[in-house]
């Protein structure tokens, strides 16, 4: 088989069939358009995630030779069936009409150990929905999005996964001229707040009602016995399930300190899913206000303004669906538990690194411990403290922490050692001291160590490893995965990827084009 961007895709009738479903064919064409993938030009592999394939109970030979044509799109796998789907939605808070998958080929739903599994070519060639885009990748987002997708799932939170990475010298035209690359990306649906805003703003209620009733029979089943709270009313119980999941998410993406970078209502996921990695970046130094999108010239998705923003986009959700559900004050009832649910689920979430669990703790207490959070967090951004190495470095001190007596041992040198005002921190310690009381500290810190990662996906890791593969090395994208897998692990021979970031680390951009 040719490899030459010009040849035609062709089915490969050797390769082992997965056990194929395509529920989201079913719908009909309203919601996709059936399309072939573009050839790329001599692909290699760059990654290979063998866990995953082993998660899902997929055979070995996904990732021969042969399944190295098939997923760089040069080949079809037998009884795949290649589309892309179209929504609309907002981009930047401004309604921005029919977008779609502009770069992502939806090859099918397969059945595996961990139920149907919708698969993704992303940056295999133009679609209807390219908007004069060349509707390919570059190694460097690429190897990002690759990445990111296992980091997030090392720190358990809800996220696409991602089976492959095919490099290839095709030339791609970004900001300067970069090389190809496809991500082959796993998740039990793709389906995001824009496809349910296309047909509303179509005001095409029945395929509407179509999507929705497909999302909860195959995708989102406990809307059923939800729709109790809403008087029977199942797409009220589906927009409840998902300010729910958002809720969770969010709350999670801030306490790691996670930054999405572009949280348009087409990069949310219907499951609370974090999807589409593109401009994003954990934090080095922390500073709420910080915008890490380079194209995000308002700030609009600054870290801080997150959550603000999660609730934007399912107030568009809700405007969506609002046609289904037929009730407005029903629909901002479900809209205002966002307000409870992620306050609550992000105060837990920051107790926790402090390894305060208990589940439960009076209302004052919570509110207690939040004022602590606060002001440690206060200081940290005073200073621009390194949020992962200062989490760490806590747990640590704690772990070595018997009683709550006088904090003397050498874990806390390393703790003050982060900040130049010393008293301020101090004064902290014994307020956390005394909340700590006589809990086992040693306990306390092995809750921490387990929440609190001590490896992230810092962009100077990122780059290094998009350098390197540039030349041709991919190694360290293995060396970063095997760490991102299981990022609260100690690997005492990687101490330096764990370290604050490097000087020229700060000169780092990211846009949309990441």
Same mark, same amino acid.
């Given at each position: 088989?040719?490899?030459?961007?010009?040849?035609?895709?062709?089915?490969?009738?050797?390769?082992?069939?997965?056990?194929?479903?395509?529920?989201?064919?079913?719908?009909?064409?309203?919601?996709?358009?059936?399309?072939?993938?573009?050839?790329?030009?001599?692909?290699?592999?760059?990654?290979?995630?063998?866990?995953?394939?082993?998660?899902?109970?997929?055979?070995? %030979?996904?990732? +021969?030779? #042969?399944? $190295?044509?098939?997923? @760089?799109?040069? !080949? &079809?796998?037998?009884?795949?069936?290649?589309?892309?789907?179209?929504?609309?939605?907002?981009?930047?808070?401004?309604?921005?009409?029919?977008?779609?998958?502009?770069?992502?080929?939806?090859?099918?739903?397969?059945?595996?150990?961990?139920?149907?599994?919708?698969?993704?070519?992303?940056?295999?060639?133009?679609?209807?929905?390219?908007?004069?885009?060349?509707?390919?990748?570059?190694?460097?987002?690429?190897?990002?999005?690759?990445?990111?997708?296992?980091?997030?799932?090392?720190?358990?939170?809800?996220?696409?996964?991602?089976?492959?990475?095919?490099?290839?010298?095709?030339?791609?035209?970004?900001?300067?001229?970069?090389?190809?690359?496809?991500?082959?990306?796993?998740?039990?649906?793709?389906?995001?707040?824009?496809?349910?805003?296309?047909?509303? %703003?179509?005001? +095409?209620? #029945?395929? $509407?009602?179509?999507? @929705?009733?497909? !999302? &909860?029979?195959?995708?989102?089943?406990?809307?059923?016995?939800?729709?109790?709270?809403?008087?029977?009313?199942?797409?009220?119980?589906?927009?409840?399930?998902?300010?729910?999941?958002?809720?969770?998410?969010?709350?999670?993406?801030?306490?790691?300190?996670?930054?999405?970078?572009?949280?348009?209502?087409?990069?949310?996921?219907?499951?609370?899913?974090?999807?589409?990695?593109?401009?994003?970046?954990?934090?080095?130094?922390?500073?709420?206000?910080?915008?890490?999108?380079?194209?995000?010239?308002?700030?609009?998705?600054?870290?801080?303004?997150?959550?603000?923003?999660?609730?934007?986009?399912?107030?568009?959700?809700?405007?969506?669906?609002?046609?289904?559900?037929?009730?407005?004050?029903?629909?901002?009832?479900?809209?205002?538990?966002?307000?409870?649910?992620?306050?609550?689920?992000?105060?837990?979430?920051?107790? @926790?690194?402090?390894?305060?669990?208990?589940?439960?703790?009076?209302?004052?207490?919570?509110?207690?411990?939040?004022?602590?959070?606060?002001?440690?967090?206060?200081?940290?951004?005073?200073?621009?403290?390194?949020?992962?190495?200062?989490?760490?470095?806590?747990?640590?001190?704690?772990?070595?922490?018997?009683?709550?007596?006088?904090?003397?041992?050498?874990?806390?040198?390393?703790?003050?050692?982060?900040?130049?005002?010393?008293?301020?921190?101090?004064?902290?310690?014994?307020?956390?001291?005394?909340?700590?009381?006589?809990?086992?500290?040693?306990?306390?810190?092995?809750?921490?160590?387990?929440?609190?990662?001590?490896?992230?996906?810092?962009?100077?890791?990122?780059?290094?490893?998009?350098?390197?593969?540039?030349?041709?090395?991919?190694?360290?994208?293995?060396?970063?995965?095997?760490?991102?897998?299981?990022?609260?692990?100690?690997?005492?021979?990687?101490?330096?990827?764990?370290?604050?970031?490097?000087?020229?680390?700060?000169?780092?951009?990211?846009?949309?084009?990441?």
């Amino acid at each position: 088989m040719s490899s030459s961007p010009l040849a035609p895709v062709s089915h490969t009738h050797d390769l082992p069939v997965l056990d194929w479903t395509h529920r989201l064919t079913q719908l009909g064409p309203r919601f996709f358009t059936p399309l072939q993938p573009t050839p790329v030009a001599a692909p290699r592999w760059a990654a290979r995630n063998e866990a995953l394939r082993a998660e899902l109970g997929w055979p070995n %030979a996904l990732f +021969d030779d #042969d399944h $190295l044509q098939a997923f @760089a799109g040069n !080949a &079809i796998m037998v009884g795949s069936q290649p589309l892309a789907t179209v929504y609309s939605g907002h981009q930047f808070g401004q309604w921005a009409g029919q977008l779609g998958d502009g770069r992502a080929i939806w090859l099918g739903e397969a059945a595996s150990a961990q139920g149907p599994q919708e698969i993704q070519l992303k940056g295999a060639g133009r679609t209807p929905y390219s908007r004069g885009g060349d509707g390919r990748a570059v190694l460097r987002s690429s190897i990002r999005e690759y990445l990111c997708s296992e980091a997030m799932h090392g720190l358990g939170i809800p996220t696409t996964r991602a089976l492959s990475l095919v490099a290839s010298p095709e030339p791609v035209r970004r900001e300067t001229l970069e090389t190809a690359a496809v991500v082959a990306r796993v998740a039990p649906s793709f389906l995001r707040f824009g496809h349910f805003e296309h047909f509303s %703003a179509q005001g +095409d209620t #029945d395929s $509407l009602r179509l999507l @929705a009733d497909h !999302a &909860i029979a195959h995708h989102l089943s406990e809307c059923r016995e939800r729709a109790v709270l809403w008087q029977g009313n199942v797409y009220a119980a589906l927009l409840d399930e998902v300010q729910e999941r958002t809720a969770r998410l969010l709350a999670q993406w801030q306490g790691v300190g996670f930054c999405h970078g572009v949280m348009n209502t087409v990069t949310l996921s219907l499951l609370g899913l974090s999807i589409d990695y593109g401009p994003f970046q954990f934090w080095d130094g922390f500073d709420p206000g910080h915008i890490c999108n380079h194209s995000d010239h308002q700030g609009r998705y600054a870290y801080g303004r997150q959550p603000n923003v999660a609730y934007w986009n399912l107030y568009c959700l809700a405007q969506a669906l609002a046609p289904l559900i037929d009730d407005q004050d029903m629909t901002l009832q479900v809209l205002e538990g966002y307000k409870t649910l992620f306050p609550r689920c992000l105060g837990d979430a920051m107790r @926790a690194k402090l390894g305060l669990v208990d589940a439960l703790a009076s209302e004052s207490e919570r509110e207690a411990d939040w004022t602590l959070v606060e002001d440690l967090m206060q200081l940290m951004a005073a200073e621009k403290v390194d949020f992962t190495l200062f989490w760490r470095q806590l747990s640590q001190a704690v772990v070595q922490q018997s009683t709550a007596s006088t904090l003397t041992n050498a874990g806390w040198s390393a703790v003050t050692d982060l900040v130049l005002d010393r008293p301020r921190l101090l004064k902290w310690l014994a307020r956390y001291s005394e909340r700590a009381g006589q809990n086992n500290f040693a306990a306390m810190g092995q809750q921490m160590l387990r929440t609190n990662p001590k490896f992230v996906l810092r962009n100077h890791l990122a780059e290094t490893a998009i350098r390197q593969a540039q030349a041709g090395d991919f190694s360290e994208i293995d060396t970063l995965y095997n760490l991102l897998k299981s990022p609260f692990d100690e690997h005492p021979s990687f101490e330096a990827y764990a370290d604050l970031p490097p000087d020229w680390a700060g000169q780092l951009e990211i846009s949309c084009s990441s």
